[in-house]
């Protein structure tokens, strides 16, 4: 019943920006952690960045820091990854995952990501 559902990738230049979205149904996640993956070629998944969505509290990984920004929209069940400045290496399927009972519990199907240079 519960399903996360991401959306928003594609293939872009270097430099440029993308928004990912993630929407969750079968569950209200307003009081749950919510959080980014993604998995490169070849590479195993690592974990990109997580959002409180009571508090509104964010963290990311140092590689990404300062150029993604994570944010929600409790009202729609809805969470996003904004993506600026763009590298190459920021190629990868990115997932959203739900953070319940003190497991990553939910997942969604991922969205493809590619950065050309």
């Known amino acids: 019943q519960v399903q996360l559902v991401e959306s928003g990738g594609g293939l872009v230049q270097a430099g440029g920006s993308l928004r990912l979205s993630c929407a969750a149904s079968g569950l209200a996640f307003s009081n749950y952690m919510m959080a980014w993956f993604r998995q490169a070629p070849g590479k195993e998944r690592e974990f990109v960045g997580s959002?409180?969505?009571?508090?509104?509290?964010?963290y990311y990984v140092a590689s990404v820091n300062g150029r993604f920004t994570i944010s929600r929209d409790n009202a729609k069940n809805t969470v996003y990854l904004r993506m600026d400045s763009l590298k190459p290496e920021d190629t990868a399927v990115y997932y959203c995952a739900a953070h319940v009972g003190g497991n990553f519990k939910y997942w969604g199907q991922g969205t493809q990501v590619t950065v050309s240079s």
């Open positions: 959002i409180n969505w009571s508090g509104g509290s964010t």
